[in-house]
Structure formats: structure tokens, C-alpha cells
């Protein structure tokens, strides 16, 4: 029968071994597999989150995003503008229910240019190089798939070379006009595939979303409760 003392000290002479093993050879890493990024389409409840997405962004950014570089007052008449039964707005959480980033693709409303739609993004500049924008753009290109657009199209400033790399990356043809370019990106025909992945990403952001709703209030009763005890009423 073996005694405490006589495992402890086989399982401890295994783990040098290993380490001795483990120094002289290491198996290869792991490629790291990609996170995923709930993103969710928003409805009209979310305006005042849009609105105040875009007011946060700066001077330059803006003038990236629009084109111009749009005071608060254009920014809230684009807001209130903003059509949710005819186009799609696509945003991103995070945890503190802050929209961090947005996608509007916009469907075209000329008779001759149905099966178009313009895509336009803007990125909250404290969440810079996570690939939302890219990540905007792929949920957009699926939605237009499964929607029936045949061209998606990208309006931006030369300078905006992110934009333009993102674009060019998904095979777009690109037309340069002095500081202003246009992308034209050919959509593939929607297939069971496209329209089931959209359908389980949604969900996935939709309870994601539900989730962040639960979390937040929580921490607020928490916040609450710890404020009372620090201040208590006479």
C-alpha cells in the first residue's frame, strides 16, 4: 500500500521529469483562434446610444466618416434621419452597454440601383485595431447576401486608407477621384449557408445583449447598495 509521503514524492520526481522533458522540447503552439464579436442589428431604442457613439468621435474622425467634418447639429439631424425599416444599422457593445462600434448600410432607393446598398462605419478610437470595423463590414456583406443586393458600395476620402484596405481586401473595385473614392464590391448570391449563419449570429448578439442588460444592473444595485453604506441616511 502506498503511503501520502510515497505518492507526494513520485508525483513530484514525475514533475521535474517533465520540466526536464519540457525544457529541452516544446510542442508548437497553437494557432490562436479568432474571438468572436457579437454584433447586433438595432432598432429605434438604440438612437440616443447611436447618437451618442458619433458625438464621441473627434474632429478627424468624423471627417473620415462623413466626409466633412460634421458639427454635433449634422450629426443629430443624420441621426434623426435614420431610417430603420428601410436600412440596416449594425452596432457593437461593450460591457458598460456603450456602442463602441456601428455599420449603416443603407439600401438605394432609386428604381434603377434596388439591388445596391452604401455601407458606412465608424470605430470608437479607445477600440482601435480589433478589427471591428472588418468585422462590421463581413456582417453587412452577409446581410446584403441574404437581402438580395448584387453591388455594395463604399463612399470614402482617399486618406481613409483602412476603409479602402478593407474594401480591397473582400476583391472590391476601386475608382479614385481626386481626395474622394468609391468602392464597388460584388455580393455573392445568398445561399442555406449565409442565411443560417445571419440567423445564428443574431441570436448570439441578442443574448449577448440580454446578458449585458442583466450584468449592468446588477453592478448598479451593487454600486447603489455601497453607496447607501458609505453615506447612510440619518
Not at 149 to 163: C, G
Not at 167 to 190: C, H, L, N, W, Y
Not at 199 to 212: M, N, V, W
Amino acid at each position: 500500500m502506498y503511503t501520502p509521503s510515497a505518492i507526494f514524492q513520485a508525483a513530484l520526481l514525475a514533475s521535474r521529469r517533465f520540466l526536464r522533458v519540457g525544457a529541452q522540447k516544446l510542442p508548437a503552439p497553437k494557432p490562436v483562434l479568432s474571438v468572436v464579436v457579437p454584433i447586433r442589428s438595432l432598432s429605434p431604442r438604440h438612437r440616443g446610444r447611436i447618437l451618442a457613439h458619433l458625438l464621441a468621435l473627434g474632429g478627424h474622425d468624423r471627417y473620415l466618416r462623413f466626409g466633412y467634418a460634421a458639427n454635433d447639429e449634422q450629426i443629430g439631424r443624420y441621426v434623426s434621419g435614420l431610417n430603420f425599416e428601410r436600412d440596416e444599422i449594425f452596432g457593437i457593445y461593450n460591457r458598460k452597454l456603450e456602442l463602441i462600434a456601428m455599420a449603416h448600410l443603407a439600401f438605394s432607393i432609386d428604381p434603377q440601383l434596388q439591388s445596391c446598398a452604401e455601407f458606412g462605419v465608424s470605430v470608437s478610437s479607445l477600440t482601435r485595431g480589433r478589427r471591428y470595423g472588418s468585422r462590421l463590414f463581413d456582417r453587412a456583406m452577409m446581410h446584403s447576401r441574404n437581402e438580395g443586393v448584387s453591388m455594395m458600395f463604399i463612399h470614402a476620402l482617399s486618406e481613409n486608407t483602412v476603409m479602402l484596405n478593407i474594401a480591397r481586401k473582400a476583391g472590391a473595385t476601386i475608382e479614385r477621384d481626386g481626395s474622394e473614392s468609391e468602392a464597388f464590391i460584388k455580393v455573392p448570391v445568398a445561399d442555406l449557408d449565409s442565411r443560417m449563419s445571419e440567423i445564428a449570429q443574431e441570436q448570439l448578439a441578442q443574448t449577448d445583449y440580454q446578458f449585458k442588460v442583466k450584468a449592468k444592473q446588477f453592478w448598479d444595485f451593487i454600486n447603489l447598495l455601497q453607496q447607501h453604506r458609505r453615506n447612510p441616511r440619518d
